[in-house]
Structures are given as structure tokens and as C-alpha cells.
């Protein structure tokens, strides 16, 4: 009976990190050096325009000054450092990610279709079921090019232009991936 205490504890204590780690998604800072844990949700306006009512969404001038701290040059440089310390050749096109979260599929459509009009790939949209079973939509918006903190930053800017002008989205990271091993 005590050979199978010890095993059983060490089974429920890795279960207790696993489980506070899928749903501490409040907590302050990176879990890692090239994840946000803290999303930047556009302010509820009433005169925001939504994706399917704006024809002009080259026009769209949202306040997007202040950027969410995975949009930082300091964390950007140090998550680029990070990256090639784990093996990416930085002088070569890198994929970047950014992660837009919508709760609609009818809205990560729109954001989508935003998307593949202004230049970036999408992946297929991800069904992710938050606390208390409330489903989001995460929408990938990909580029690959040389990485850049001013490009990644730009791109930044544009998608938070367009989640701060659409309701029922949120920005939620910015991930580049690691390639070249």
C-alpha cells in the first residue's frame, strides 16, 4: 500500500500544475519568452464600426498608442534574443504570429477575411472553451519575413486598429516561431 502513496502523490501534484497553469490566465507577465498572458481588449464604444459595416477599413485611426507589453520593443528584442538563443537564424524569414480572439464565428470569419485582404495568412480557426464552458474563436494572422521589432510593432498596431474598431474581439499575443534547427 505505501509503494503506491508515493506514486499517487507525485501523479496529483503534476496534475495541480497542469491544471493551474490552463486557467491562470490572469496572472502577470509571460509564461514564457514569446507568450502574453495578458490580452488587450478594445474599449467598448458606441460608435465603434464593426468588420461586415466598414467598407473603409483602410481609414480606420483607432487610439493604439497604448500597446499591449508583448508589443514592447524591450520584450520584442528580448523575445527575438530568446529565439535565436533556442536555435532561429534571425537573417532568415521568420514566422509571426498574432492571436486575435473573437466570440463569434461569425466574427472570426469577418476577421479573417480582414485579414487575407491586408496581406496576412490565416490558419484555420481554433474553437478554445474558456471557464464555466464560454467558447472564443482564435484567429492566427500570420506573416514570414526577417524579424523585425519595427515590423512586428506595425503589424501590431494594424490588427489592434481593427479589434479596437470591432466588437467581441480582443488581442491576445504575439508569437514568433523558432526556426533554422
Not at 483607432?62 to 499591449?68: F, G, K, R, S, W
Not at 530568446?82 to 480572439?101: D, I
Not at 464555466?132 to 506595425?154: C, K, N, S
Amino acid at each position: 500500500m505505501k509503494k503506491l502513496i508515493v506514486p499517487f502523490l507525485i501523479l496529483l501534484l503534476g496534475a495541480w500544475f497542469l491544471f493551474e497553469g490552463s486557467w491562470n490566465r490572469d496572472s502577470k507577465g509571460p509564461k514564457a519568452p514569446h507568450v502574453s498572458t495578458t490580452p488587450l481588449v478594445h474599449p467598448e464604444a458606441s460608435n465603434a464600426t464593426t468588420l461586415t459595416h466598414s467598407p473603409e477599413l483602410a481609414a480606420i485611426t483607432a487610439n493604439v498608442e497604448d500597446l499591449p507589453a508583448f508589443l514592447e520593443p524591450a520584450f520584442l528584442d528580448a523575445s527575438l534574443a530568446a529565439l535565436k538563443q533556442n536555435g532561429s537564424n534571425l537573417a532568415l524569414p521568420m514566422p509571426s504570429k498574432h492571436l486575435v480572439r473573437c466570440e463569434s464565428p461569425e466574427i472570426a470569419t469577418n476577421v479573417a477575411d480582414w485579414a487575407d485582404k491586408n496581406g496576412f495568412e490565416t490558419a484555420p480557426t481554433v474553437i478554445f472553451r474558456g471557464h464555466g464552458g464560454v467558447e472564443f474563436f482564435d484567429v492566427e494572422l500570420r506573416r514570414t519575413a526577417i524579424p523585425d521589432v519595427d515590423r512586428i510593432q506595425q503589424e501590431g498596431r494594424q490588427i489592434l486598429q481593427i479589434v479596437s474598431a470591432t466588437p467581441g474581439t480582443s488581442y491576445e499575443t504575439w508569437v514568433g516561431e523558432i526556426v533554422g534547427r
